[in-house]
């Protein structure tokens, strides 16, 4: 697609959403505009898949990706690029390179963080362990206690960025292993409650680390129809605060833009999350004036 469309389409489509409490405003003066692109269970789809796919056919690939991000980063340098986890297992790449290749790709399209789902460990904690090294960006993980395993000190409970001069801090909150994951590929790993921790690091990046904008990378699932007791992205946008965005994975949830839900203290938060097998890339513009009030819209594109 020619740059000039892509523009016009991706702003046609953002447009369509207005965010009551940190919804679209009248600007006096122009805003500083932080843009987030994300992905999740891309699960080692390399490729596009071809014309004779039934369901997706044309669709997704790396390379197509890079095109899409390298446009958007064009438009607006002051973005950032985060995936909320299970990068691996789905195609032979990861059975034959073992996550090597996911994480050099990833690197060259130089995502800035990503969290852990459950199926990076599908070779156990020593070989998502055995190629951290190929992976330039950080992982972001605050519910998953590390402290007795081989990735104690591999991953951080978050990480801040500073664009245009507005202070984003991004954190991590994976699902449960237990019933999902062998016990022997995560061993000693500890599963922390994740609106306890969520409320910690919200807390902490809104008070101590003075963040504008906060974003939760979860690998939660969007919602549990069928258990309302499970943690998902829906209930725990609902129970927290200070959060202005949740990033999701794990439930395959295709939404077109993001939800808008209440959180505890009644103010909107963002919930998105874009399917899986790299198919759609998510795109949210955040907007601040002067006094660092927020608005925002957002949408899913196709690649």
Same mark, same amino acid.
């Given at each position: 697609?020619?740059?000039?469309?892509?523009?016009?389409?991706?702003?046609?489509?953002?447009?369509?959403?207005?965010?009551?409490?940190?919804?679209?405003?009248?600007?006096?003066?122009?805003?500083?505009?932080?843009?987030?692109?994300?992905?999740?269970?891309?699960?080692?789809?390399?490729?596009?898949?071809?014309?004779?796919?039934?369901?997706?056919?044309?669709?997704?690939?790396?390379?197509?990706?890079?095109?899409?991000?390298?446009?958007?980063?064009?438009?607006?340098?002051?973005?950032?690029?985060?995936?909320?986890?299970?990068?691996?297992?789905?195609?032979?790449?990861?059975?034959?390179?073992?996550?090597?290749?996911?994480?050099?790709?990833?690197?060259?399209?130089?995502?800035?963080?990503?969290?852990?789902?459950?199926?990076?460990?599908?070779?156990?904690?020593?070989?998502?362990?055995?190629?951290?090294?190929?992976?330039?960006?950080?992982?972001?993980?605050?519910?998953?206690?590390?402290?007795?395993?081989?990735?104690?000190?591999?991953?951080?409970?978050?990480?801040?960025?500073? %664009? !245009?001069?507005?202070?984003?801090? *991004?954190?991590?909150? /994976? &699902?449960? =292993?237990?019933?999902?994951?062998?016990?022997?590929?995560?061993?000693?790993?500890?599963?922390?409650?994740?609106?306890?921790?969520?409320?910690?690091?919200?807390?902490?990046?809104?008070?101590?680390?003075?963040?504008?904008?906060?974003?939760?990378?979860?690998?939660?699932?969007?919602?549990?129809?069928?258990?309302?007791?499970?943690?998902?992205?829906?209930?725990?946008?609902?129970?927290?605060?200070?959060?202005?965005?949740?990033?999701?994975?794990?439930?395959?949830?295709?939404?077109?833009?993001?939800?808008?839900?209440?959180?505890?203290?009644? %103010? !909107?938060?963002?919930?998105?999350? *874009?399917?899986?097998? /790299? &198919?759609? =890339?998510?795109?949210?513009?955040?907007?601040?004036?002067?006094?660092?009030?927020?608005?925002?819209?957002?949408?899913?594109?196709?690649?």
């Amino acid at each position: 697609m020619k740059r000039r469309e892509f523009i016009q389409q991706t702003t046609a489509a953002s447009a369509l959403i207005g965010l009551g409490g940190i919804g679209l405003q009248s600007f006096t003066s122009p805003p500083k505009k932080i843009t987030i692109l994300h992905t999740n269970d891309v699960h080692s789809h390399i490729d596009a898949f071809g014309p004779e796919n039934g369901r997706n056919p044309n669709q997704g690939g790396v390379a197509r990706r890079a095109t899409l991000i390298e446009s958007i980063r064009s438009e607006n340098p002051h973005t950032l690029l985060l995936d909320a986890g299970d990068i691996f297992q789905g195609t032979p790449y990861f059975n034959y390179y073992g996550g090597e290749l996911e994480f050099k790709l990833m690197s060259m399209l130089k995502y800035d963080a990503a969290t852990i789902g459950n199926h990076d460990f599908d070779n156990g904690l020593d070989g998502l362990y055995a190629q951290l090294p190929h992976a330039k960006f950080d992982f972001v993980s605050a519910n998953y206690d590390f402290s007795n395993t081989i990735m104690d000190s591999h991953s951080k409970p978050y990480k801040t960025f500073v %664009k !245009n001069g507005i202070k984003i801090g *991004v954190f991590g909150l /994976g &699902i449960e =292993l237990a019933g999902l994951v062998d016990k022997q590929m995560y061993k000693e790993t500890v599963y922390l409650d994740p609106l306890e921790i969520a409320q910690d690091m919200s807390r902490l990046l809104k008070e101590n680390e003075k963040c504008d904008l906060i974003i939760c990378l979860s690998h939660l699932g969007y919602n549990y129809r069928n258990n309302d007791q499970k943690p998902s992205d829906l209930s725990l946008a609902k129970q927290s605060k200070d959060i202005d965005l949740f990033i999701g994975g794990h439930t395959h949830t295709f939404l077109p833009k993001p939800t808008i839900v209440k959180n505890s203290i009644g %103010k !909107n938060v963002l919930v998105n999350q *874009v399917g899986c097998f /790299g &198919i759609n =890339l998510g795109k949210i513009d955040f907007y601040f004036d002067r006094a660092k009030n927020k608005s925002a819209e957002g949408t899913s594109i196709l690649i």
